[in-house]
């Protein structure tokens, strides 16, 4: 058996072209001096990579990527925009096949994906569409209403067989956890943020937030054995993104995500694949533990390179002196030699970055806009009512709030894509608006990106069209790729790219940092804070939020938008100050609550140990006790007569018996009364 | 960590606990075990070697043990007419049609068993959700649902035992009382193996009946040597 230890893992090495379908036993028994590479396999994974290359548009997206998934592990695939980070994910969800090499799955392996745009069936309402996971179950629930009312008409011969099938499909549908899919689904939706009144609107009047929140939670109830989540986090709010980090470190299945987001992936990988130049690289811990390894790997690589490239030249320097002399034996065997070296690649350095500016088309009046008493619902539910905001030349606002609050479509009525209810929209003279939308709406999907730039240039000869695409990081063929097959951070940059060109002097973003990688998301930064214009955008990076603006309209959920002056920074302060505040007297509440409780029982503990002790005292029951005291009573008054009788007027000596019979009487009576007050 | 009782841990150091014993030393050790404040019930569990998920696989019924299980349990009976009177004289707690399936429908259950003629099942079949979770639908398979109301009522009153293989490939079943002898319940314990063993899926591969565990309430588990 050939089997040797290598770095993670036990490694075999399989055959040149490896056999199909592939089996450990091949691996095994496999012919070792065959193999062109070191091939890590075990088969405890749910999924391997072995040697997979993949073309796309002519262009090499996988080549030669081994990699292995197992169960419980939560991976982080980074990489930059279009280097074929989806093709990998639809690899692994069967989407796509690989044109060499070998995707190896588990039997019966249960992938759930959720795509960057999750796609809703339409004509559904939310609740109907997070119920379509269990179409097995809700046809068997037809079946079985379907069987009952045959149940009705049918003759006895008849109805035994529908008893049969009724108790049948009764089964199937306990065993397939018919009685428990409702309030999982119910839990899930209102988990991920979906509050029950979003449950009866259509998925098509959802925001983008909300149906990847809806896509996310239907995902979730198939219980797959691998989710793959393709840039999760894009169109969800902050508190959802952390919902999500702690949802995923609970996770017990195998998870792999692609995202640019560095804070989430610290937050829940223990893996890192490096996806660059077509090749996948692993790396143990999260994001900042990923960066450090491959910040010293590199400089390693750079060592060992340089090392290589000193003897190389050594070696040709002496090749070139000796080769005609004595020593040309020599020479020619040193040649031979470096012939055969393994060259040591210089570390990779990347494609550069995108470089984006947004073209000014001069300054616009002091007033760019107004808007006033602003109204919009859907159906019952008011987004925002009497809004008023007002930006002077030169202002930097953002607009944050929850998913589904209203905010993107504040600045589609901005751009004229809606109509408000009420209020006006007013914008200042000589204002050129640069809008960017989220979904992308605005580009042609059956254009290619070139033909999406050339329509805002005509006059443009194709050089300068290149020119400029190859500055947002278009290059070779990739400009002639479809809208339609562009990446989401493809289409994120063609779109910015249309803006930069068209010029303005208002940007009026949604959400431009979804779909973008991290160095462009950097450039994007920079060159909002360069642009000398005003800005309005929506955004739930709180970093691009903290370098680029000087306001906020605070969306809060109910219709009302407060104006906040400052970056995001202090308004998260200030809003963890308002919490704690918040926080603090509700637990001020609550110790009150509970120091009342707490002296109410002690008075009650008192009152039912003072009433059991006047139990305990009582000698009598209480009609005893009532006899008692009237015959007391009576005997009293017996006394009094006696006392005022002659015969104890002229004896002293009675008079004064009389006279200390009448007292312990009397204490007698008040004792009796003591125990008779303590019945209540 | 989860705590054990103090009878709990002295039960468990009296025996060996992994060498199954001779049926009749099991239950012996079971009675010998300290006393509840309560007339135990003495339970088996049967591991067998069944694969759940498949339907074909699937064990399920209802069995009358032949010294009874010593408690009577409450029926109630979906029925109208005739079958609904001689539901009522056989003992049912209680009898009716679609007034009895909206009294369940609204949240009653405090019942043991429900029995359902199958004329009724129609109406019945919509309580799923209430009597699904709890093991309680009707079914013709366990004989819940039948037109001989009279034999049905009778049996499960007197502690006819509905079973179904879980998730895990086991079955349990309550046997009798703690304060029953050994014979009684060795009698029971033995006619219900003999019914399991003849319920034997033509499906199920390799050993069948793998480990039977006898327990009262508040006791361990002891194995059973089952030849």
């Not at chain 2, 099991?26 to 694969?51: H, N, R, S, Y």
């Not at chain 2, 759940?52 to 979906?78: C, L, T, Y």
């Not at chain 2, 819940?144 to 079973?163: L, M, N, P, Q, R």
């Amino acid at each position: 058996m050939s089997r040797r230890k290598a770095g993670w893992g036990s490694v075999w090495y399989p055959p040149r072209g490896p056999p199909d379908p592939v089996t450990l036993l091949q691996y095994v028994a496999a012919d070792v001096s065959a193999c062109p590479r070191r091939i890590p396999f075990s088969p405890m994974s749910l999924i391997s990579f072995i040697d997979v290359h993949k073309d796309l548009g002519g262009k090499k997206v996988l080549d030669g990527v081994t990699a292995e998934i197992h169960d419980g592990e939560r991976i982080g695939l980074i990489g930059r925009n279009g280097c074929g980070k989806t093709t990998l994910l639809r690899m692994i969800t069967g989407e796509l096949e690989p044109d060499s090499g070998q995707l190896h799955r588990k039997k019966s392996l249960r992938v759930g994906y959720l795509p960057q745009q999750p796609v809703v069936r339409e004509g559904l309402t939310t609740w109907e569409s997070a119920l379509e996971p269990f179409e097995e179950l809700r046809a068997i629930e037809r079946e079985i209403a379907e069987v009952e009312e045959a149940m009705g008409t049918a003759d006895d011969d008849a109805l035994a067989a529908l008893v049969e099938r009724q108790a049948a499909l009764q089964e199937r549908y306990t065993d397939a956890g018919g009685y428990q899919y409702v309030p999982r689904v119910e839990a899930a939706l209102t988990g991920l943020g979906l509050r029950t009144e979003h449950f009866d609107r259509p998925v098509e009047k959802l925001s983008g937030g909300e149906k990847n929140r809806l896509g996310l939670a239907k995902l979730l109830l198939q219980e797959p054995d691998l989710l793959v989540l393709d840039e999760p986090t894009n169109y969800l709010d902050i508190h959802a993104v952390r919902w999500l980090e702690e949802f995923l470190r609970g996770y017990k299945s195998a998870t792999l995500l692609v995202s640019h987001d560095r804070y989430f992936l610290d937050r829940t990988v223990i893996k890192i694949w490096e996806h660059r130049t077509g090749l996948v690289d692993a790396y143990k811990g999260n994001y900042s533990e990923f960066e450090q390894q491959r910040e010293e790997r590199d400089e390693r690589q750079q060592k060992e390179f340089d090392e290589q490239q000193r003897e190389i030249a050594r070696q040709k320097e002496f090749i070139r002196k000796n080769i005609a002399g004595q020593k040309t034996k020599q020479a020619q065997g040193r040649r031979k030699q470096l012939e055969r070296m393994e060259r040591i690649e210089a570390p990779d350095s990347g494609e550069g970055d995108a470089r984006i500016v947004f073209e000014y088309t001069g300054r616009s009046g002091n007033d760019v806009l107004r808007v006033k008493g602003l109204q919009k619902s859907f159906g019952d539910r008011t987004l925002f009512r009497d809004l008023e905001v007002e930006l002077a030349l030169g202002d930097r606002v953002g607009i944050i709030g929850a998913n589904g609050t209203g905010k993107s479509t504040l600045l589609r009525i901005l751009e004229g894509m809606e109509t408000p209810e009420e209020g006006e929209v007013k914008v200042g003279s000589n204002v050129q608006i640069g809008y960017y939308d989220q979904e992308h709406r605005t580009l042609d999907r059956s254009k290619t990106l070139f033909e999406s730039l050339r329509e805002i240039v005509p006059q443009w000869s194709d050089l300068e069209v290149r020119n400029f695409m190859a500055a947002f990081l278009f290059r070779e063929d990739e400009v002639f790729k479809n809208v339609s097959d562009a990446s989401g951070g493809e289409r994120a940059r063609i779109a910015l790219a249309r803006i930069a060109l068209t010029g303005s002097n208002f940007l009026v973003f949604d959400e431009p940092t979804n779909h973008l990688d991290l160095s462009s998301r950097q450039v994007l930064e920079q060159a909002l804070i360069e642009f000398p214009g005003t800005l309005l955008m929506v955004s739930h990076d709180r970093y691009l939020l903290d370098r680029t603006v000087e306001k906020l309209l605070v969306f809060d959920g109910n219709g009302g938008v407060e104006l906040f002056l400052g970056n995001y920074s202090r308004y998260a302060e200030k809003l963890a100050e308002r919490e704690a505040a918040e926080r603090r007297a509700e637990d001020e509440r609550k110790q009150r609550e509970r120091d009342d409780a707490k002296r109410k029982s002690a008075k009650e503990a008192d009152a039912r140990a003072a009433e059991r002790k006047a139990k305990a005292k009582r000698k009598f029951s209480y009609e005893e006790l009532e006899t008692k005291i009237m015959e007391t009573e009576e005997r009293i008054e017996s006394i009094h007569a006696e006392m005022s009788g002659e015969e104890a007027y002229r004896d002293p000596e009675r008079m004064k018996a009389l006279g200390e019979k009448l007292e312990s009487t009397r204490n007698e009576l008040a004792e009796l009364e003591d125990e008779w007050a303590t019945w209540g | 960590m989860r705590r054990r009782s103090k009878r709990y841990n002295e039960a468990f150091g009296k025996y060996e606990r992994n060498t199954p014993l001779p049926l009749d030393e099991a239950l012996g050790m079971v009675k010998q075990f300290d006393a509840a404040k309560f007339d135990e019930t003495v339970e088996i569990v049967m591991c067998l070697g069944v694969d759940p998920k498949k339907s074909d696989q699937m064990i399920r019924g209802a069995f009358s043990f032949p010294k009874g299980i010593g408690q009577e349990r409450s029926v109630i009976v979906f029925a109208d007419g005739d079958q609904a009177d001689a539901a009522k004289a056989a003992g049912a707690l209680e009898v009716g049609g679609e007034d009895l399936v909206k009294k369940v429908a609204d949240g009653w259950t405090e019942f043991d068993v429900a029995i359902a003629v199958p004329r009724m099942m129609r109406f019945v079949g919509k309580l799923g959700k209430v009597l699904g979770p709890q093991g309680k639908m009707p079914t013709p398979k366990s004989g819940t649902v039948t037109d001989d109301v009279t034999t049905a009522v009778s049996e499960f009153k007197a502690g006819k035992v509905e079973f179904r293989v879980d998730s895990g490939a086991n079955v349990h079943a309550p046997v009798g009382k703690k304060s029953f002898s050994v014979e009684d319940l060795r009698a029971n314990v033995e006619a219900f193996i003999e019914h399991i063993r003849a319920a034997k899926p033509t499906a199920a591969k390799g050993t069948y009946i793998k480990k039977v565990v006898l327990s009262s309430t508040m006791s361990p588990g002891v194995l059973v040597a089952v030849a």
